[in-house]
Each structure stands twice: as structure tokens, then as C-alpha cells.
């Protein structure tokens, strides 16, 4: 089993930036691809950006890329989500995931990919 633990959301104003950190315990040594989601109130959950544990490939929403950054530091088996110029219309519960699988080797986009997800922290972004 894994377990995944985030932390760092907040209320900010638009335009500022938040860091989210997804600490992972337990059988660490099975996740291949570690990945961030988002559910805002009545849509569905969306991916945003996930990272390769063993090598620096990363994938990113379309949309997200250029303002959000995600990181590891496999140390400390945690990774990071960096998300800068944030918007109203990033509000939304923010989910980190952990996908057992060897491949693809571009983590995936789909939340069916993976296997352990976090219980979610909230960012609430204010115009």
C-alpha cells in the first residue's frame, strides 16, 4: 500500500502562487509516475501535470503548461506542484496520485492510470 498526503493549499489572490507538496509513505518503491488533479465543484476530476520517479520526464495539461511546475525529490518521496500567476478558475480541490505502473513512459493523463490518490487539498483563488 501507499499513502499519499498533500499539503500547501490556501486561499490566494489572483495572480500570486502556491506551492503543493504530496508526500508519499509505505510501498514507495512501486510508484513509476507520480501526478496532480483537480476537481472544481461539479466537474470532473482533470489532470494537471505529472512527473516519471526515476527520470525527468514530466506531461502537462495543455492549459497548465508555462504556469505550473512539478518536481520530485525522490529523498524524501515527495513531489512538488509550483503554481505561479494562479487564477479564480483554478480553484479546486487539488489531488496527488501515484501510478504503479512501468509504463507509458510519459506518465500518464488519466485518472484511471492510477492506482493511490491523496485525499485532496483545497485552493481557492480570489479575484
Known amino acids: 500500500q501507499v499513502q499519499l498526503v498533500e499539503s500547501g493549499g490556501g486561499l490566494v489572490q489572483a495572480g500570486g502562487s502556491l506551492r503543493l507538496s504530496c508526500a508519499a509513505s509505505?510501498?514507495?518503491?512501486?510508484?513509476?509516475?507520480m501526478g496532480w488533479f483537480r476537481q472544481a465543484p461539479g466537474k470532473e476530476r482533470e489532470f494537471v501535470a505529472a512527473?516519471?520517479?526515476?527520470?525527468?520526464?514530466?506531461n502537462y495539461a495543455d492549459l497548465l503548461k508555462g504556469r505550473f511546475t512539478i518536481s520530485r525529490d525522490n529523498a524524501k518521496n515527495t513531489v512538488y506542484l509550483q503554481m505561479n500567476s494562479l487564477k479564480p478558475e483554478d480553484t479546486a480541490v487539488y489531488y496527488c496520485?501515484?501510478?504503479?505502473?512501468?509504463?507509458?513512459?510519459?506518465?500518464?493523463?488519466?485518472?484511471?492510470?492510477?492506482?493511490?490518490w491523496g485525499q485532496g487539498t483545497q485552493v481557492t483563488v480570489s479575484s
Open positions: 496520485a501515484a501510478d504503479q505502473s512501468i509504463y507509458p513512459i510519459v506518465p500518464s493523463v488519466t485518472v484511471s492510470a492510477y492506482d493511490y
Open positions: 509505505g510501498r514507495t518503491f512501486s510508484i513509476h509516475a
Open positions: 512527473i516519471r520517479r526515476s527520470a525527468d520526464i514530466t
